[in-house]
């Protein structure tokens, strides 16, 4: 028995296997095809789920990426990759809330593998567009509630005034109590939708940019010089260019790099005040 078991397991691979070879060519259906005859003899095993869901992310079938990337989970929640493919099924279903969980997951898993490659990038750039999305929805029916207060109280001062017969303005000219309670009820209204309203990047202060690419920090590191940069750049920068700092010219190594966290509470502060930021780095 246990040897038709290890047949059968042996099999499956060899569908993964040849699975992954038309995945290379771009022959996603034969690749699909592949896929789902490796889980027909191994329903669980979570790699062949993901495999298939990634087929289905090329194709942008979300339907499908959804199904399969939620299936190999089930099997293995440490999977990076399927909390990427959940997420971006999510994102194009506009369920912003969900894909933001399962950006984030992804990211954590892979700080606490603390992995270095582009997996991470990706992950980061599809998690700053749905929280911009997010924000962007909610922002909007905020700013539309806010509106139709602002007009009820509007229209409910006027009333009152008119009925107090203290509507128009004093003989000589000067401001009467009802136009200074419509200013003051403006600037009140214009102080709720300060967080709603993006504004220019150059609002955004230097400091929690990345000297290189002028982007929001995400994972900043400092130098013995003292100037802060994006990891990830920083690193492209001392592997292609050279080992010195890219501002003071002093020699550096990566090993030389250490996490400023300072920065990176400033910045998650920020970003919690001002979503709109995250446009920045979509």
């Known amino acids: ?30 690749a699909i095809d592949c896929y789902t005859e490796a889980i027909a003899l191994c329903p669980n095993v ?46 194009d279903k506009e369920d912003f809330g969900l894909a933001i969980k399962e950006f ?12 270095t490659d582009k997996m991470a990038e990706d992950v980061w750039q599809v998690l700053a567009k749905a929280k911009y999305l997010d924000w962007e929805k909610h922002s909007t029916e905020r700013v539309w509630r806010i509106q139709s207060l602002k007009e009820a ?10 009925l107090s017969g203290t509507l128009v303005e004093d003989s000589d000219g000067s401001s009467n109590e009802y ?20 504004v220019d990047v150059k609002a955004v202060p230097d400091y ?14 400092i130098t013995p010089s003292g100037v802060t940069y994006e990891r990830a750049v920083l690193l492209e920068h001392l592997d292609k260019v050279g080992n010195f700092d890219p501002v ?23 970003l919690k005040e001002h979503s709109w930021a995250y446009r920045l780095n979509c």
């Open 104 to 115: 984030e997951k992804a990211l954590n898993l892979l700080k606490s593998e603390n992995s």
């Open 46 to 91: 979570a790699v062949y789920w993901m495999n298939r869901a990634l087929c289905h992310f090329r194709r942008k079938e979300w339907a499908k990426v959804e199904a399969d990337s939620r299936r190999a989970l089930a099997l293995d929640a440490t999977l990076v990759k399927g909390h990427y493919l959940l997420g971006c099924a999510l994102l």
């Open 248 to 270: 003071t010219r002093e020699p550096l190594k990566e090993h030389q790099l250490v996490p400023n966290l300072a920065i990176k509470e400033a910045v998650q502060a920020y």
């Open 1 to 30: 028995m246990a040897a038709g078991g290890d047949g059968v397991a042996q099999q499956a691979e060899l569908r993964r296997i040849e699975g992954n070879a038309c995945f290379k060519k771009a022959r996603l259906g034969a």
């Open 208 to 221: 929690l940019c990345c000297q290189i690419t002028f982007e929001i920090f995400r994972d900043p590191v």
């Open 153 to 162: 109280c509007e229209s409910a001062l006027q009333e009152h005034h008119f």
């Open 179 to 198: 136009s200074e309670q419509i200013k003051l009820l403006s600037e009140v209204f214009s102080k709720a939708t300060l967080a709603d309203t993006p």
